[in-house]
């Protein structure tokens, strides 16, 4: 009977299906804070890039115009931003999403200082919003050096995410963008691995990370790393895909292999089933031969 039950365990366990541990990102983690995001349509142009805008304005008010799709972040001060209508107070943090080819007008709530703010941005042409004027500047801190891929032909979710990395957390699971994803960093210094190199990232600092590019973040400094996220990624998919660094499974991916690992297995469990029964029928044997020898005595 124990050898049965021994058999079935040893078929149980070869036969169980592997099941791998649910793993996420610093990026797709329930810490983060989500701070604007919108779906958008393709605007049937494949060149379209990430572009970070940094600007300012000294005057009360003033009006602006949105060549590309993005979301306007509120860096420092306190800002009302009237648009379609509606008017938003944004302070430190927040941020709202424009629709290209909107109109809004900024009014700062700050009489001592000057507010400044960050937009990120698909633009399609270098430098569409960036302005020299009397009431206000703006300058393109950075632009990718290649088109967002996987654009066309859908419509794409896109968000700016606050995501922060506790003092001397190790590196997150290897990973990479459906779409694509611009890191900026607030504060603190962190360090992103990919194609086979380390590179510090400090405050004001951009990364771009485009579709199939695998990296990972860390944090080995003793003070939190906080970044903004800018991703766009087709809507009906996720936008982080997790790389798998354990082996593949063979058993999944080969239907002979499984058919020989069952056969293995019930024979053993038949083996061990008949041996079990020659071992009881020896022993029944051997008992009643000792019984007929006490019986002649």
């Not at 009006?63 to 306007?72: E, K, L, N, T, V």
């Amino acid at each position: 009977m124990r050898l049965g039950i021994i058999a079935l365990a040893i078929v149980a366990a070869a036969l169980a299906p592997s099941s791998a541990s649910a793993v996420e990102t610093y990026s797709s983690s329930q810490l983060n804070q989500l701070i604007a995001k919108a779906v958008v349509p393709d605007r049937n142009n494949d060149q379209l890039y990430f572009s970070v805008v940094a600007g300012t304005f000294w005057t009360n008010e003033v009006q602006r115009w949105a060549a590309s799709d993005g979301i306007y972040y509120q860096f420092t001060g306190t800002t009302e931003l009237a648009l379609d209508g509606r008017a938003t107070t944004l302070q430190p943090g927040d941020g709202i999403f424009i629709q290209a080819g909107s109109k809004f007008t900024l009014k700062s709530l700050d009489a001592n200082h000057s507010p400044t703010y960050l937009q990120f941005l698909l633009a399609s042409t270098p430098g569409s919003e960036v302005t020299d004027k009397a009431d206000g500047t703006s300058v393109e801190l950075y632009r990718s050096p290649t088109p967002v891929p996987g654009l066309m032909h859908e419509r794409n979710l896109l968000s700016l995410t606050r995501v922060p990395v506790p003092p001397q957390a190790l590196p997150d699971p290897l990973h990479r963008r459906t779409g694509a994803a611009l890191h900026y960093i607030l504060s603190g210094v962190g360090a992103e691995f990919g194609d086979g190199r380390t590179m510090a990232r400090g405050p004001g600092s951009v990364s771009f990370e485009p579709a199939g590019f695998t990296y990972q973040w860390s944090n080995p400094g003793l003070k939190p790393l906080i970044y903004l996220l800018f991703n766009v990624n087709p809507k009906d998919l996720d936008p982080v895909v997790v790389q798998d660094q354990q082996p593949e499974d063979p058993f999944s991916r080969d239907p002979h292999l499984t058919l020989a690992i069952y056969c293995v297995a019930i024979s053993m469990f038949l083996t061990l089933l008949v041996s079990s029964g020659t071992m009881s029928d020896y022993h029944r044997d051997r008992r009643s031969r000792l019984d007929q020898d006490d019986d002649r005595l």
